[in-house]
């Protein structure tokens, strides 16, 4: 009989429309605080990030916007707020980096994705900087061409 991994590895939820909507300068891996029946939702894959972004506010980052849809069989004796406001945990430089960066012109904290690092639940977010509508033209545009690229590629070795 195989051995049952206890947690999932990979990706849970990735916020696809914050690459489209700006350009990511950094990236940091944050902690969250979670509620246990939080933990237990997100092992169901039960999340989502698409209207999420990241506040900073008295020396501390909270994320907000980010949806956990609670489970029916986890949460029965436990009022869940799906889309209560999370506490990030981050060192106090990387806290300094993000204050110092979002204050000057342009610049937004973002939350890209959530997956599993061992047995922790960890939360990718970047220093972004806002897209006009040309730049994401732009984008799409070249991911397109890319695409033809490799399709092309790809039937030329077959011949």
């Known amino acids: 009989m195989a ?3 206890k947690h999932p590895q990979g990706t849970i939820a990735q916020n696809k429309k914050a690459l489209h909507d700006y350009f990511i300068e950094q990236r940091f891996e944050a902690g969250i ?16 990030l698409v209207d999420s972004y990241v506040l900073l506010k008295d020396g501390e980052a909270w994320l907000l916007g980010s949806h956990i849809t609670p489970l029916t069989t ?3 004796h ?6 209560r406001t999370r ?7 990387e806290l300094g980096k993000l204050f110092g960066a979002v204050q000057q012109k342009g610049y937004a904290c973002v939350a890209l ?3 599993w690092k061992k047995h922790l639940i960890k939360c990718e977010i970047a220093l972004a900087k806002g897209k006009k509508e040309y730049d994401k033209r732009d984008t799409e545009k070249e991911r397109d061409s890319n695409r033809e690229i490799q399709r092309a590629m790809r039937h030329g070795k077959e011949d």
Not at 78 to 83: G, K, L, S, T
Request: overall charge positive; aromatic content about 6%.
């Open 3 to 5: 051995k049952q991994k």
């Open 33 to 48: 605080a979670l509620a246990g029946w939080e933990v237990k939702s997100l092992r169901a894959g039960k999340a989502q």
């Open 74 to 76: 986890a949460s029965t």
């Open 78 to 83: 436990v009022i869940a707020d799906p889309v």
């Open 87 to 93: 506490k990030l945990l981050l060192h106090k430089r």
């Open 113 to 115: 994705s959530m997956y």
